[in-house]
């Protein structure tokens, strides 16, 4: 069976763009209330914080630039052609920007906007408000287009099928500690997949792992990258 290789990445993978992580010391979860900006609920009750929320990250991840781990991924994804499909729980775009092309943002993209009454999407401006008309039904129930919790991911058909056939699953810079990624590693360990995580220190999700590499991504990474084009 030719290599077919799943890789999930987590806010790990962007640390060392200057993004901040959810859950380690300082985190973004330790500045706001995750029910409050990051789910339908609290869009309800406030709209204006949700929106000066994902205002300023769409902001830091507009300046930030892809680190040597963003870009090592690129360069697997196009010497192995067809056989690397790359998740992310990431919603900065970095991925992209490093030119991967077979990525899945199944928690949603800041740089996007989605109207919640037609459902339209367009690139968001630097800032969306709660008097953004959409540009296709006019009305003003804009909202970033990003899964919030009690929301369904993106993209699960897509990347259940290339769980399926993945020989390897290599798990990046994440806690594991949010549904549905955090289940891809039993997923593909029952599927017979080998599975490694590269963590900058091992994580809750760790013991399911078949190989543990810890270490910062922009190390890391590349030489896990190196290794799999050298053999
Ligand atoms: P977390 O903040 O939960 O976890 C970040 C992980 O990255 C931790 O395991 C760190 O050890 C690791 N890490 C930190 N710096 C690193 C580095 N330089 N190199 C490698 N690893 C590093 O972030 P996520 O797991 O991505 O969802 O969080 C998952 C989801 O929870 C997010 O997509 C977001 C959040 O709430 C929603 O908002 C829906």
Redesign the pocket.
């Known amino acids: 069976m030719p290599e077919s290789i799943v890789i999930l990445t987590?806010?790990?993978?962007s640390?060392?763009s200057g993004l901040g992580?959810?859950?380690?010391t300082g985190?973004i979860?330790d500045q706001y209330s995750?029910e409050d900006v990051?789910t339908p609920e609290g869009f309800a009750r406030n709209p204006a914080l949700v929106h000066d929320f994902y205002n300023a990250r769409r902001e830091h991840a507009a300046q930030a630039r892809p680190n040597a781990a963003h870009e090592a991924l690129a360069r697997l994804e196009r010497h192995l052609r067809g056989r690397v499909t790359l998740v992310t729980?990431?919603i900065d775009g970095l991925h992209e920007r490093a030119g991967s092309r077979q990525v899945y943002p199944m928690?949603g993209r800041v740089d996007q906007a989605v109207c919640a009454a037609c459902a339209h999407r367009w690139p968001a401006p630097s800032k969306l408000s709660t008097q953004t008309a959409c540009p296709a039904c006019g009305q003003n129930t804009c909202r970033p287009d990003v899964?919030?919790?009690g929301e369904m991911p993106y993209y699960l058909d897509e990347i259940e099928q290339a769980l399926q056939r993945a020989t390897q699953l290599v798990v990046?810079?994440?806690?594991?500690?949010?549904y549905p990624?955090a289940g891809f590693v039993e997923v593909a360990s029952h599927l017979g997949a080998h599975t490694v995580e590269?963590?900058?220190?091992r994580?809750e999700a760790s013991d399911a792992f078949n190989r543990v590499i810890e270490g910062?991504?922009?190390e890391?990474v590349p030489a896990w990258v190196e290794e799999v084009l050298g053999k």
């Open positions: 987590g806010a790990g993978v640390a060392e992580t959810f859950r380690d985190g979860w995750l990051a729980q990431n928690h899964v919030w919790f990046i810079g994440t806690s594991g500690t949010v990624a590269i963590n900058l220190a994580s910062p991504a922009s890391a």
